[in-house]
């Protein structure tokens, strides 16, 4: 398991084995089980996800009272409430395990001394948060630019793995479809 990380890494910065036993003390492996909540609405966010294996969801209640999911992540990806954790303030979200899974995690205050000790992490969070703001960047466009119907076109073509793994209901909160709808497209489809 630490070995997807430090090949995680590696794609990033140049790292030895050395320092990797180094940074690896700085983390937590947490086992989650299926539906569990890692973060609640209301609570402040204090820690950084990176999925070993499974996969995570964010996701709030609207005001209609229906989930509305905004993220995922699986295998070597990121998840927190990045304003919530900066600013430590209440979150208005949720992160709910949709697997059982495997993750790494790590607080505020171990992260801010890992990048003190290890100065070339901090240039690899830059590259995650990089790509991070690019990916909400695209998402939002995506929102303006794609009829419905293309936006779940555009997810089954670039992201099959979360369309293979994640619940259909899941993929529909993610789009801002209801599952009818979602059922609707999928079986013009196949028609």
């Known amino acids: 398991m630490s070995q997807a990380f430090y ?3 590696e794609n990033f ?10 940074i690896l003390p700085f983390f937590k492996i947490v086992k989650v089980r299926k539906k ?12 950084n996800f990176f999925v070993l294996n499974g996969c995570l969801r964010m996701f709030f209640i609207n005001n209609k009272g229906i ?5 995922f992540a699986i295998e070597n990806w990121w998840m927190t409430d990045t304003i919530s954790y900066e600013r430590e303030t209440p979150t208005a979200f ?8 495997e993750i790494l995690v790590i607080d505020k205050h171990s992260q801010e001394k890992l990048l003190t000790e290890f100065p070339k992490i901090e240039r690899y969070f830059r590259f995650i948060y990089q790509r991070a703001y ?16 293309e ?12 369309v293979q793994r994640v619940p259909q209901y899941l993929i529909a909160s993610f789009l801002g479809f209801t ?6 497209i999928r079986n013009k489809r196949r028609s």
């Open 7 to 9: 090949n995680h890494l």
């Open 13 to 22: 910065i140049k790292i030895n084995e050395i320092e990797f036993a180094s």
């Open 36 to 47: 569990e909540n890692l973060l609640k609405e209301g609570q402040i966010c204090k820690t």
């Open 67 to 71: 989930e509305q999911t905004t993220e």
């Open 94 to 101: 949720y992160i709910q395990a949709v697997e059982d899974s």
């Open 134 to 149: 690019a990916a909400s960047q695209m998402r939002i466009k995506y929102l303006y630019d794609f009829t419905k119907e």
């Open 151 to 162: 936006f779940y076109d555009h997810l089954c073509e670039n992201h099959p793995e979360f």
């Open 179 to 184: 599952p009818e709808y979602l059922s609707e």
